[in-house]
């Protein structure tokens, strides 16, 4: 079945530095998936931070950046600048054609937490 | 103006009891979705509706019942829970069932079986 691995576990930025949170994924379906990043701040329930549809486009929203890379079926999420309200967990995740309509294949969550 | 919101928060529930946890959505949307995520662990499906009264089995529908009374409101219910069942679920909701559609997502519910 179809998979994807993140970056584990917790990760620590000082407010103002670069972030990069891995993603990786596996589709079995026939076609490339279409690919997500969901965050989620504390106390509230997963948004959609930016999907991407189309193998070597690049998603962004609210400085956050990922490049979908068919080759590398990779999915990073980069922001250059964090700050402190970044900190959330932040899901990497896929849908497939020949998936159940609006099911999801999620990763285990990252969480960042952001220092000043 | 939380549009999808669950209830309760949380809960505590014994070995064998049932549970039933509510999610009421705003959105006029017609899909709704309940996903568990378990610590360490992605978010997986378990029940999904796509119109009042009908509702459909996700990836992990075992030991899972779901109503979908209306479309507004979609509940999950666990007629004998056990330990294996705790866990943060989620409900969601979109407004068509395309594979790229976003979900909207309410806060959660920790449920803990004791």
């Known amino acids: 079945g179809d998979s994807v691995t993140q970056t584990e576990g917790q990760v620590t930025v000082s407010e103002s530095k670069s972030l990069i949170i891995n993603c990786t994924y596996s589709?079995?379906?026939?076609?490339?998936?279409?690919l997500f990043w969901y965050v989620r701040y504390p106390g509230e329930g997963l948004q959609l931070l930016l999907k991407v549809i189309t193998a070597g486009q690049k998603g962004s929203s609210r400085g956050f950046e990922a490049t979908y890379n068919k080759e590398a079926t990779s999915f990073h999420l980069q922001k250059a600048s964090v700050q402190e309200s970044d900190s959330a967990v932040y899901y990497c995740?896929?849908?497939?054609?020949?998936?159940?309509?609006?099911?999801?294949?999620f990763g285990r969550g990252t969480r960042l937490q952001v220092y000043a | 103006e939380a549009a999808v919101t669950q209830s309760p928060r949380s809960k505590v529930a014994v070995t064998g009891g049932k549970v039933t946890l509510s999610c009421h959505q705003t959105n006029n949307h017609d899909y709704m979705y309940w996903y568990r995520q378990d610590t360490g662990h992605g978010l997986r499906l378990i029940h999904y509706?796509?119109?009042?009264?009908?509702?459909e089995k996700g990836d992990i529908p075992d030991g899972y019942k779901a109503s979908r009374p209306s479309q507004e409101n979609f509940s999950l219910i666990l007629e004998l829970a056990s330990l294996s069942q705790t866990a943060v679920y989620f409900c969601?909701?979109?407004?068509?069932?395309?594979?790229?559609?976003?979900?909207?997502f309410g806060s959660g519910t920790r449920l803990t079986v004791l």
């Open positions: 509706s796509y119109v009042a009264d009908s509702t």
């Open positions: 969601a909701s979109s407004d068509r069932g395309l594979v790229a559609e976003t979900l909207y």
């Open positions: 589709a079995t379906s026939i076609g490339y998936p279409n």
């Open positions: 995740a896929l849908s497939a054609g020949t998936q159940v309509v609006g099911q999801l294949t």
